[in-house]
């Protein structure tokens, strides 16, 4: 099938004059871009390639109908955009063309994208897959993060965020290299520095060097001037630990 075409399609129902729109545009057809670098470099037999890219291309469905109803990509205000996301490639029959299997682990792994944690139980394959969205996606939200703007990502000003604080929960989850618990964020900065802990998420080798090449995990928090001294000293201390983190996982083996 012909995933970029139906998405593409799809997308063009929406008002792309709003940026938040465009921006998951732009957004789907990078991951998509990433995925196929990843599954390349896996050296993946074809069909989980061709599978792996319906996946990226899908993964953010949900997010057009999300921005529409709510006006909003915070799923925790408005819907868990995973979840719409399957029931609108269910309802409109966008993975008829695959067979029942196949359907059934793009669906999974499009529900797991987002989650804290990838469900137990599941084949290898489908395992796979998710893996793979999870990685892709991130890979690309370094970008957004560093080059859209803050508003329709964020719903906040870098001028904001300048001011506020690293709660102690999120500074402790880094510090132990955990991924960092919705309910834990309370702040702007919060959220920035909760992606930094992606890197602690990823699972394949590809992934690492590709966010650690471009340093868009960076920008943000070099072009901003933190007000609050103590908050300074956090975000250099997150910086270190996670750049620790990665030269450590980039030089191994």
């Known amino acids: 099938m012909n995933a970029k075409e139906v998405f593409l399609t ?15 545009i732009v957004h789907t057809l990078a991951v998509a871009d990433i995925m196929d670098r990843l599954t390349e470099s896996l050296h993946l037999p074809e069909h989980l390639k061709s599978l792996a890219h319906i996946c990226a291309m899908f993964h953010d469905i949900g ?28 309802g409109e029959n966008f993975l008829q063309e695959l067979d029942a299997r196949e359907q059934k682990m793009i669906i999974t792994a499009i529900r797991n994208h987002n989650r804290f944690r990838i469900e137990d139980g599941l084949d290898d394959e489908t395992l796979l897959l998710c893996k793979l969205i999870r990685d892709a996606d991130k890979c690309d939200i370094f970008r957004v993060f560093a080059c859209e703007n803050m508003v329709d990502t964020m719903g ?25 618990k919705r ?5 702007g900065l919060d959220i920035w520095v909760s992606f930094l802990a992606f890197f602690f998420d990823l699972y394949f080798a ?42 450590r996982m980039t030089t191994s083996g």
């Not at 109908?65 to 490639?89: M, P, R």
């Open 10 to 24: 799809y997308a063009g129902n929406f008002d792309r004059n709003d940026g938040r729109i465009e921006l998951k």
């Open 156 to 180: 906040e000003t870098e001028e904001q965020v300048s001011q506020e604080t690293v709660s102690e929960p999120v500074f402790q989850s880094i510090m132990k290299h955990q991924c960092v």
């Open 183 to 187: 309910e834990d964020r309370h702040t």
């Open 63 to 90: 997010r057009f109908e999300q921005v529409k109803q709510y006006g909003t990509f915070f799923d925790n205000i408005s819907v868990d955009h995973a979840e719409l996301g399957c029931e609108i490639l269910v």
């Open 206 to 247: 590809e992934s690492i060097k590709l966010l650690s090449s471009d340093q868009y995990y960076r920008k943000p928090f070099d072009r901003t001037t933190f007000c609050l001294p103590e908050t300074r000293q956090k975000v250099e201390q997150i910086l270190t630990e996670v750049e620790t983190y990665i030269s």
